[in-house]
């Protein structure tokens, strides 16, 4: 079916009403201590639970009867057809003429024959899929694959890029406590040369099974390490005399150390894996929307299948409960509202991700592809330019690192930088510090960054702490800087599911309110191609130098007289 062209939100009498509303605001003057003061019940109406998160919304700059604008530009940009388009396969990534099913990649079984795509039980293919890894991770994890010298697998080592790394090592960090099997991970992604030298440091070819992911397989990146990858592990059973040399002992090496994740099962076979140890997905997958598909596997080598399912069921929990709870009270929906609201009212240029807790140090990182290469975009899904600003930036740095670095920046500088903060009741590493308990005092920090974001600190609360004149305007902190509390019980498999979906489904009510399209990545292409065509004139093509720039002519002269 035909997808429509994107409904100009901006042109919308609920887009107006949100714009007088902020000018009515900004006319009463916005203070939050006042909004507390005003109304007993704001936190009770600014509260929420999704799955097992729970969502403090009073802390942004919103009034309760806010959420009901939120609502109704969610209806007049029609999210919920949307919605349901997204959800049923149709091609909605106009650009490349592809469904976008990622949600049909955490459905249960028991869905197999409700949803057919383009001929095909998606959900059916879901499950024999994941049946496949879970056989053969089972295998790796028990001992029963091994190495080609017969020595069980001790490190996975999955090589890949952008959607193809970032999920998997922010999970494989953010589940560690979790790792069962004896079996730890580590994640080449970048083609400097030094992070595969240095990831493959201290392992032993002989217990290391590498993983390559890629959805195209036609990586540069990700191609070039596997390669380096391969001959790392040839020469280094060779060198010790774990095989000798002939062909026939080296393929089987390659076939018992590697594996391999991709859409292109032919390009996986030209690399020499064989495609039975090869594991598939779909072009209806985005890379970045891709973790919790075969892309996946490194991580249920190290957590198991039981593990990855809790995972899934994390994700289809958010999912159910954004396409079915009505808009009115939504915190999903609320949460991309609220990112919209900031952006084109508000002008927030950049948005902050801060886990307090260490486990998701690179929960920010993953965001950052997941948000800004889904809606950094200045054209909509019909090609004409986009009506409003679009895509924030993105970034973090787990609490309370972030505390004594950027912070400062957030509490008193000029502009405004709405924040997520992160949070889980329990620690799988209790601590004392003395009677104090260790997580404690961490939460303290959580719950007391945001209570000095949203009210601040007056001249005279200053004052009274006898501090002198001159000092006085230094020490004020304003107030009514927004943040977003979610807060959990436990990380574990199954939340961290849901903080994904959490994220995605934002990303998407952004995405519609713009009229983007959120699924493909056009502006990483251009790079790519002139990648191709000046990596000749480094060395020593001169016509390929010729044929450049002034400054990538001027640069490759400086690198050519210091190369040594
Ligand atoms: O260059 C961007 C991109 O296409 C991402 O969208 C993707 O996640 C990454 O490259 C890796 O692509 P692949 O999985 O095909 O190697």
Redesign the pocket.
């Known amino acids: 079916m035909a997808i429509n062209p994107p409904i100009d939100a901006t042109t919308t009498p609920e887009w107006a009403a949100l714009q007088q509303h902020y000018l009515d605001m900004q006319n009463e003057g916005i203070s939050l201590k006042q909004w507390f003061a005003d109304d007993p019940e704001r936190v009770e109406k600014l509260s929420f639970d999704a799955a097992d998160l729970h969502f403090d919304l009073s802390k942004d700059l919103i009034k309760p009867e806010t959420l009901k604008l939120f609502a109704d530009l969610a209806k007049a940009v029609k999210l919920d057809e949307r919605t349901k388009q997204m959800y049923s396969g149709e091609h909605i990534n106009v650009t490349e003429d592809r469904a976008v099913l990622h949600t049909a990649l955490r459905r249960p079984a028991s869905d197999e024959g409700k949803l057919i795509v383009d001929g095909q039980d998606v959900v059916k293919d879901v499950r024999e899929v994941l049946e496949k890894i879970y056989t053969f991770a089972r295998k790796v994890r028990s001992g029963e694959w091994r190495g080609v010298t017969g020595k069980k697998i001790q490190t996975v080592v999955n090589i890949?890029?952008?959607?193809?790394d970032l999920g998997p090592v922010m999970v494989y960090e953010a589940l560690k406590p979790y790792a069962d099997a004896g079996i730890s991970a580590r994640y080449v992604s970048n083609i400097d040369p030094n992070d595969i030298a240095e990831k493959l440091r201290g392992l032993d070819p002989e217990t290391t099974l590498f993983i390559v992911?890629?959805?195209?397989?036609?990586?540069l990146e990700?191609l070039t390490n596997a390669r380096e990858a391969r001959t790392w592990l040839l020469d280094g059973l060779r060198s010790s005399g774990a095989i000798d040399g002939s062909e026939e002992k080296r393929a089987e090496a390659v076939s018992k150390h590697f594996v391999a994740v991709s859409t292109n099962l032919k390009g996986v076979e030209e690399f020499g894996i064989d495609p039975a140890n090869a594991f598939g997905f779909w072009n209806w997958v985005?890379?970045?929307y891709s973790v919790d598909s075969a892309v996946g596997t490194s991580l249920v080598v190290v957590f198991g299948p039981e593990r990855f399912e809790e995972f899934l069921s994390g994700f289809h929990a958010i999912d159910e409960y954004f396409a079915n709870t009505p808009f009115e009270e939504n915190v999903v929906e609320f949460m991309g509202m609220l990112n919209v609201w900031y952006r084109n009212f508000f002008k927030a240029a950049s948005h902050a991700v801060l886990p307090y807790d260490q486990y998701l140090h690179r929960f920010p990182a993953y965001l950052q592809?997941l948000t800004m290469?889904s809606n950094g975009k200045s054209v909509r899904w019909d090609g004409s330019p986009v009506t409003t600003e679009t895509g924030e930036i993105f970034w973090g740095e787990p609490g309370t690192n972030g505390q004594h670095a950027f912070y400062q920046l957030i509490h008193q500088g000029t502009q405004i930088i709405p924040a997520d903060f992160i949070a889980f009741a329990n620690t799988p590493n209790p601590a004392k510090d003395g009677d104090q308990d260790v997580h404690e005092l961490f939460l303290g920090n959580y719950l007391a960054q945001t209570k000095a974001l949203a009210f601040g600190k007056t001249a005279e609360e200053v004052r009274a702490e006898g501090t002198s004149e001159a000092i006085v305007p230094a020490r004020i902190f304003t107030g009514n800087r927004p943040t977003t509390s979610i807060f959990g019980d436990t990380l574990n498999a199954k939340t961290l599911g849901e903080l994904i979906a959490l994220y995605e489904h934002i990303v998407f009510t952004q995405g519609t309110v713009w009229g983007i399209d959120s699924f493909d990545?056009w502006g990483?292409e251009l790079g790519?191609q002139l990648a191709r065509q000046i990596t000749p004139a480094i060395s020593q093509d001169d016509e390929a130098l010729a044929a450049q720039d002034a400054s990538t002519q001027s640069l490759i002269r400086y690198y050519r007289a210091h190369r040594h």
């Open positions: 890949g890029i952008g959607g193809s992911v890629s959805k195209t397989f036609t990586t990700t985005g890379g970045r592809q290469e990545q990483v790519k």
